[in-house]
């Protein structure tokens, strides 16, 4: 199985690659699209044409499409018998290897000299998250989420009396609507949110990230968020928050939730907000083929 | 597009207003968090700036005089025969810079700061008092930017990393928005208020109780 693991290697590698500067297609058309809704000649539709030059030139070029590379966090679904040790040593080798030739910046920081690594590992960098499943395939999930839209995520405890918010999905969209306009857009708007309802502090904002793994194509088998996910992205973009936060039609370009039991004491609302530039890839690993999709 | 070359002079800076499109050309320092917190320590806090720092001083005032500060963490190609490259260069969040940029600001003389975001009362204030203006680049359009990096004429501080090192860099037609300038305005503050307006409507229309600003 190690064997196995140290081909791996290159795919990681390429995955990282990609990842850092072909964004996924469902983002530059969602982009497309909403460019058009935005007044012609304003400094929306301005942010627009720009955003999309970038993500061809990134993809064209192969260099980052934003230089916060961001926090590296890999989502792993596994067989039963692979081991996370010898993904963990190859993957931190791809990333050493990633960083080496640009793809990523020297983005791991030690937080108490202040002191830069060069080579993005370090205590918790990157980010790991394993999964073992039934099937044979090996799913990795590779998330670069920047700074500046990580910084402007936000979790309440409910009831928040403050808000008005009260321990019900009415509550939980007042913590939305709250979230999104303190964002302004400092997150780089138009953003993706990907929200967290129930589950403990930990939980509530795993489970918000998680969200932001889904594509903005798709429908939530819940009915019940499937309706709330199209209700709040409607109701922010009302907001006229705009792309970069100058004004505008297009504040998100989706929303996307999930949901967890709770404790009866506990009722955690998770916002975790993505920026326009939402790097994400997967690499499925299935009878010795590699597909980065 | 009001195409600006730097050194800028305190009149043309103050003749910028909100919204303004300004396609800047010329020497430009990155600063951002760690930079920010040296200059402070070392030049405004100290009562004589340490005798290793002075050369450094000297850089850093030259360039910042009538100059501009950017604030970005660039990916850079660093090649065995010492030449630079930036390879992914777009502005990174302002707003942790606000406890310190007036200061920056009045310190060194400068008359612009680009960055994302956009910046507080404070640095506001400093705009007006000083002649500055705050410039948006567009955020994470990073490949699209570091094609205006014309030169890196090279770095201050690159034991802070590549990230937080000082890069003294020139841009070519470098395209950014003016959002706060020398007579108070700030496009920030107005869709602030504009969107806490709307925000105020859609609460209604939801059913929701309204904003309470006694309770926040």
Redesign the interface.
Known sequence: MSDALTDLYEPLLELIRRTSTDLPRDIDEAMTAAREKEEPGS?GE??FN??L??IE??RA?T???????GMISFYVHHPCGMSQLAFKRVAERAVAAATAE?R????S?DSLS???V?NNLGAGMPVFHFEEWEMDEIDVHLLLK???CE?VGAQFALPD????ADRDL?GV??CV?EAV?LA???G?APGILGIGIGGDRMGSYELAKEQLLRSLTDTNQDRVLADFEDEMFE?CN?????P????GKTTLLGVKAGVRNRIPASYFVSVAYA???HRHRRLVVSKGKTEII | MINLQIPIDEKTVRSLRVGDQVSLSGAVLTARDRAHKYLVEEFVEALQPNDDERENLLRIEQRLQDGVIYHCGPVVNEHDDGRVEFVSAGPTTSIREEGVEAEVIERFGVRAVIGKGGMGARTLSALKEYGAVYLHAIGGAATFLARNVERVDGVVHRDFGVAEAMWEIELKNFVSVVTMDSHGGSLHDEVREASASSLSGVLASMGQAPVDKQQR
């Not at chain 1, 990523?104 to 983005?107: A, E, G």
């Not at chain 1, 009302?238 to 705009?242: V, Y």
């Open positions: 400094a301005n942010v720009i955003l030059q970038n030139m990134s070029g260099s980052p499409l934003c230089q916060d590379t640009n990523l910046r020297p983005n920081v202040g002191e830069s060069d920047g700074g500046g910084n009396v403050g808000l008005g009415a969209k007042r609507l306009h302004q857009g400092r780089c109701r009302e907001l006229g928050i705009g970069m936060g100058f004004g920026c326009w530039a």
